[in-house]
């Protein structure tokens, strides 16, 4: 399969980035984190969370981040809803763009969202229905499509009905997320031809985490699989509450590296966006998770 022209990256550090953080984060500091990407470019940012402070306590404060971020026109501002009360406080907060997440195991669903896998789903009908009545776009994560915390191995087959589920509910986009980073090329290649069968090529999105150093070398095998919009953090924040052990996504810098050197278009100024994910790595006391910004502060 040719590879794409264009791809489309959705920032996922101010949310998977920073959920995971342990310490404080003002919200004035969040703000100037999705400013800053909204100045490099970034057409989708996934600014933060509409769940429970009681299991998410970093997502605490989404709401005075979508009230205080300067929202540039044609740049998606996102935000994840796991039920109806997430989707109705996104919604008071002016989102105009949710993201519903379930999982290919039972074990991380129930970890993650308190529910099964199919409980997920008939608890995301009443937010696609508000969704459609309030002309609010909603996109659909499977989590744990490569491997799980909890079960270990998760077959690509396990993980194509519940993109398909998300997908025939009207996500306009699935999300396959390697939660915990193990996933290998030859694996990403077969997870993807096995549920494009079930949803349109065009319409997944790959969301790779580094722990096993393998996220690169995973959106290199996706776009040979024809997908051409991939979740990547600034900085490579992040990790996942309910994943114990898991790294950051993979860095946003490194892959607008990676496809520069291939000639593919994205929009994204990298120099900013260097400079953006600098700024919250000093803002967290934390080593920048870019390659490519690293090596950029060695030369
Ligand atoms: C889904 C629930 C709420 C179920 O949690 P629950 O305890 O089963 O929910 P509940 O309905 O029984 O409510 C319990 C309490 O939470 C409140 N509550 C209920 N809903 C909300 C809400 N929306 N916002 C704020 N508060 C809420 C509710 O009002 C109540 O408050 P209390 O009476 O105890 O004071 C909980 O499990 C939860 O919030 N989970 C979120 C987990 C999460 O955010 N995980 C990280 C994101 S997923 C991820 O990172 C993976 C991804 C997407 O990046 C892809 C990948 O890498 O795999």
């Known amino acids: 399969m040719p590879l794409p022209k264009h791809v489309r990256l959705v920032e996922v550090g101010p949310r998977d980035g920073l959920q995971n953080e342990a310490q404080p984060i003002s919200v004035a500091d969040k703000v100037r984190l999705v400013d800053d990407l909204t100045e490099a470019g970034l057409a989708y940012i996934e600014v933060g969370s509409f769940v429970s402070p009681k299991w998410v306590p970093q997502m605490a404060g989404s709401a005075e981040v979508f009230a205080g971020i300067h929202q540039r026109p044609g740049v998606t501002y996102a935000a994840l809803a796991p039920n109806l009360r997430g989707f109705e406080d996104a919604l008071a907060a002016g989102v105009k763009e949710v993201a519903v997440f379930a999982a290919a195991s039972e074990a991380f669903s129930q970890r993650n969202i308190n529910c099964s896998i199919s409980d997920s789903l008939k608890r995301f009908e009443p937010i696609m229905e508000?969704?459609?009545?309030?002309?609010v776009r909603v996109r659909g994560y499977v989590s744990c499509v490569l491997g799980c915390p909890y079960e270990g191995k998760v077959s690509a087959e396990q993980v194509a009905p519940v993109a398909r589920a998300l997908h025939d509910m009207g996500c306009y986009e699935v999300s396959l997320g390697d939660t915990i980073g193990t996933g290998t090329a030859g694996e990403t290649r077969r997870l993807f031809e096995v549920v494009?069968?079930?949803?349109?090529?065009?319409?997944?999105?790959?969301?790779?985490?580094?722990?096993?150093?393998?996220?690169?070398?995973?959106?290199?095998?996706?776009?040979?699989?024809?997908?051409?919009?991939?979740?990547?953090?600034?900085?490579?924040?992040?990790?996942?509450?309910?994943?114990?052990?898991?790294?950051?996504?993979?860095?946003?810098?490194?892959?607008?590296?990676?496809?520069?050197?291939?000639?593919?278009?994205?929009?994204?100024?990298?120099?900013?966006?260097?400079?953006?994910?600098?700024?919250?790595?000093?803002?967290?006391?934390?080593?920048?998770?870019?390659?490519?910004?690293?090596?950029?502060?060695?030369?």
């Open 130 to 135: 508000a969704a459609r009545n309030h002309g």
């Open 196 to 299: 494009a069968a079930q949803v349109p090529r065009e319409q997944l999105a790959g969301h790779f985490h580094d722990t096993y150093g393998q996220a690169l070398a995973n959106v290199y095998a996706s776009l040979l699989e024809g997908i051409s919009v991939f979740d990547s953090s600034v900085a490579g924040l992040g990790g996942c509450p309910y994943a114990k052990g898991a790294t950051g996504n993979i860095a946003s810098e490194d892959v607008v590296y990676l496809l520069q050197g291939l000639g593919i278009e994205t929009g994204i100024d990298l120099e900013r966006l260097i400079t953006a994910g600098r700024r919250i790595s000093s803002v967290l006391g934390r080593d920048n998770g870019s390659r490519v910004a690293r090596a950029r502060s060695a030369q």
